[in-house]
């Protein structure tokens, strides 16, 4: 099993920033790729970014020029610096990672969630 603790999350004015960090622990035999998705209320779940090993990086259109994704792999950690925050960017934010737990099986793990309000 693969755990996801997440923090940063809180409350922010329109403008201002948020950094948002996850680390993965457990049975880790190579990360894969590592994300952020988020879900605002009455929304579907979506993807804001993720980066791979090879530190492809994909980015919601919604948030591109204003979110930063980057990874630390010695530490298995992903980071999601949110800029110029907007309230529309409310939402409860969840780590995610695709990782081996072995040399042949790998699987998608979720955080339990970070609330993130943007208030106007």
């Known amino acids: 099993q693969v755990q996801l603790v997440e923090s940063g999350g809180g409350l922010v004015q329109a403008g201002g920033s948020l950094t948002l960090s996850c680390a993965a622990s457990?049975?880790?035999?190579?990360?894969?790729?590592m994300g952020w998705h988020r879900q605002a209320p009455g929304k579907q779940r979506e993807l804001v970014a993720d980066?791979?090993?090879?530190?492809?990086?994909n980015y919601a259109d919604s948030v591109k020029g204003r979110f930063t994704i980057s990874r630390d792999n010695a530490k298995n950690t992903v980071y999601l610096q949110m800029n110029s925050l907007k309230p529309e960017d409310t939402a409860v934010y969840y780590c995610?990672?695709?990782?081996?737990?072995?040399?042949?099986?790998?699987?998608?793990?979720w955080g339990q969630g970070t609330q993130v309000t943007v208030s106007s």
């Open positions: 995610t990672t695709r990782t081996y737990y072995s040399t042949t099986s790998w699987d998608e793990y």
């Open positions: 980066i791979n090993s090879g530190h492809a990086i």
């Open positions: 457990g049975s880790i035999f190579r990360v894969i790729s």
